[in-house]
């Protein structure tokens, strides 16, 4: 099979990419300094990569870490998403800003990549639909509904259960995500949380970077029956290929870090005090390799559970520090799809794996919302009429 001649008709979407946060810590936005366009960077992503591993599109992750809270993680946000602006119009010869499926295919024709935004952690609204409009009238077109922590209307898959998966407002901003046209997606969320928005979702959902839980047990992975309902509901499960999350070899050492961390009163959700743990940790604990393989074998299970229609790619590249050998950065995607030729995959499976399937859940969510604001308007309810507590600590004054 021609790789090569199959990605250039079908190119990589990819669900998620941290660059923007990179950019933020390395050289705080300036792209000058941290020249995307030449190459050569210390990062996983750089445009010349990207078009050697067949890229067409990528959401850029506009996130924000959880220890950011109220409108300090709102602030953080917005300039993320003004970075996503920055980068693409630096790079115009080659970038094009993208926020339907129709303008993903608009950049491919003039032979440019898409970019796309995705807002990583519902800590980014600060409990406000109000917000969330506003998120997606700047081109934001999906929410993670939780990072690494739970926001006071969701459980995340790696803090405490508090709510048991989503809040009577967290089932409102799910529904005015369909309403505005903003996937939702269930990466970083409880099983309780994924099978609570599943069961509300109007519009197709998806997992922007997640694998399968029965093949690594892996509390951000999906489980098998919350697949299939992604599969009936029309979504996508965006294969990523963080190595806690694809070889069991990894996750088995997660634990343990989490469990040490835990002795030490550090919870993986506290990710400052959890971050500079792990560092301390691992010069002592060397920590095993996931393969491509491993990879092959989660999306093998995705399209075996869920279906060929339900599959994408989210890499999570610039999100971790180190990848599955031979996905080391973005260039490497044809790797990953010789592979799975290798293993019988036709080309048509490729191309819905590649980029057919995400454009259809954009299409499909751009749909849902068209229908839905024909007969619903901008929902106003706020965290503290529905769940009874207030949107966020308010200070007492003299």
Not at 137 to 144: E, F, K, N
Not at 226 to 243: D, Q, S
Not at 263 to 283: K, M
Request: glycine share 8%.
């Amino acid at each position: 099979m021609d790789i090569a001649a199959l990605l250039a008709a079908h190119p990589v979407i990819d669900g998620h990419n941290d660059l923007l946060w990179e950019a933020r810590e390395q050289a705080a936005y300036d792209f000058g300094r941290l020249d995307v366009g030449a190459g050569g960077t210390a990062t996983h992503t750089d445009l010349p990569r990207m078009r050697e591993g067949g890229m067409g599109a990528q959401f850029w992750s506009v996130y924000v870490p959880t220890r950011l809270t109220g409108d300090d993680a709102v602030s953080a946000t917005l300039e993320q998403v003004d970075a996503a602006r920055l980068l693409t119009e630096r790079y115009a010869d080659q970038l094009a800003w993208a926020t339907t499926a129709d303008e993903v295919e608009e950049a491919w024709a003039a032979d440019r990549i898409a970019s796309l935004a995705g807002a990583e952690g519902g800590h980014s609204i600060n409990s406000s639909l109000g917000t969330l409009r506003q998120l997606h009238a700047l081109g934001v077109r999906y929410l993670t509904l939780t990072h690494n922590a739970n926001t006071p209307w969701a459980d995340s898959a790696t803090d405490r259960p508090v709510a048991g998966g989503l809040t009577a407002f967290g089932r409102e901003v799910v529904r005015e995500m369909n309403r505005v046209g903003m996937m939702v997606d269930l990466s970083h969320v409880s099983a309780d949380t994924m099978r609570d928005a599943l069961t509300v979702a109007e519009a197709p959902v998806i997992f922007s970077h997640s694998s399968a839980r029965a093949v690594t047990d892996s509390p951000r992975n999906a489980p098998d029956d919350v697949l299939e309902a992604m599969a009936r509901g029309g979504g996508v499960c965006m294969v990523t290929f963080v190595p806690k999350f694809v070889n069991a070899a990894c996750a088995e050492a997660h634990r343990e870090l989490v469990a040490a961390a835990a002795q030490e009163g550090i919870a993986e959700a506290d990710g400052v005090r959890f971050g500079a743990f792990e560092r301390t940790w691992s010069l002592d604990h060397p920590q095993p390799r996931a393969t491509l393989a491993d990879v092959v074998a989660h999306c093998e299970h995705v399209r075996e559970v869920a279906g060929i229609d339900h599959i994408g790619l989210g890499g999570d590249y610039d999100g971790v520090e180190t990848l599955p050998d031979g996905l080391e950065d973005v260039s490497t995607y044809p790797a990953l799809l010789r592979a799975l030729a290798g293993r019988g995959w036709s080309a048509d499976d490729l191309a819905r794996l590649t980029c057919r399937n995400t454009l259809r859940v954009l299409r499909d969510v751009e749909a849902v919302a068209a229908d839905l604001q024909a007969v619903r308007g901008a929902s106003l309810a706020r965290i503290e009429d529905l769940d009874g507590v207030p949107a966020v600590p308010r200070p007492l004054h003299p």
